[in-house]
């Protein structure tokens, strides 16, 4: 018995459905959940590079930073700049650094800093290298902003700036730049440029000697033996001495030895 046209025109237009169905699933399944994103693909590469698989982290970095993927492509200029997976290659990595920097990425900006204060892959250029690292530390890229704060403090690249030198290095320290919080520490326990404040150095060494800083360890000691900004407490001092001595302050290990025998 012949079926109905009716009937007959529902099945084809059933298999036509079915058939579109099927081919949408392939095109997802080949086209679309295939296809990673730049945001997985640097997932991958900074777990590869974590792992010391720096080869498989460069594939996932550039395939990453082709995409436009700011962080994979400041992450791939540093390893063409270390030479790491790749072979070192000052040309690349400032190719990488600028298409991240055209983007804002801060350390992008602050990378091409380094590359125009040493001179590599580019002409030395102090001027440019201080425009560079001020871009990056109003960014809010703490080892930008030491560095802005030491070349202004020096008068490198930019006219010489107390003012500015401190504004920047406080900044640093208040994000928690260990390095920063040392120097701060610093600056206030000799007085330069601020007034002298023993108490407050004392403050900005322990921020940094917690985070591991050995010359802040080997201070805030310092300053426990003789009650300079703080109560006076040999007990703690031999703590900070002692810190500091395991990572090699020789000075520290000298002074450990003769409260050790008080």
Request: hydrophobic share 40%; glycine share 8%.
């Amino acid at each position: 018995m012949k079926e109905p046209k009716s009937m007959s025109n529902t099945k084809m237009s059933r298999n036509i459905f079915l058939a579109v169905v099927a081919l949408f699933l392939t095109t997802v399944v080949f086209t679309g959940c295939g296809k990673e994103s730049a945001d997985d693909l640097l997932d991958k590469g900074q777990a590869a590079f974590v792992s010391k698989d720096y080869e498989t982290a460069i594939r996932y970095f550039t395939s990453a930073a082709e995409l436009g993927n700011a962080d994979a492509q400041q992450n791939l200029g540093s390893c063409y700049h270390a030479g790491t997976g790749v072979k070192q290659d000052y040309a690349m990595a400032l190719e990488w650094f600028r298409k991240a920097a055209a983007q804002n990425h801060p350390m992008a900006h602050y990378s091409l800093g380094i590359c125009y204060e040493y001179g590599e892959g580019v002409e030395k250029d102090m001027a440019k290298a201080v425009e560079r690292y001020r871009k990056s530390a109003e960014l809010g890229y703490a080892e930008a902003q030491l560095r802005l704060s030491m070349l202004c403090h020096y008068g490198e690249g930019v006219e010489k700036n107390d003012a500015e030198a401190m504004k920047w290095l406080r900044k640093a320290a208040e994000q928690g730049h260990p390095e920063a919080q040392f120097v701060l520490g610093l600056t206030f326990y000799l007085g330069q440029n601020v007034k002298k404040d023993p108490a407050e150095a004392v403050k900005w060494f322990r921020l940094s000697a917690e985070q591991g800083h050995a010359d802040a360890q080997f201070c805030l000691g310092e300053c426990y033996r003789t009650g300079d900004g703080v109560a006076k407490d040999l007990a703690e001092a031999k703590t900070w001495y002692a810190k500091a001595a395991a990572q090699g302050n020789a000075e520290a290990r000298v002074l450990l030895r003769q409260l050790g025998s008080k």
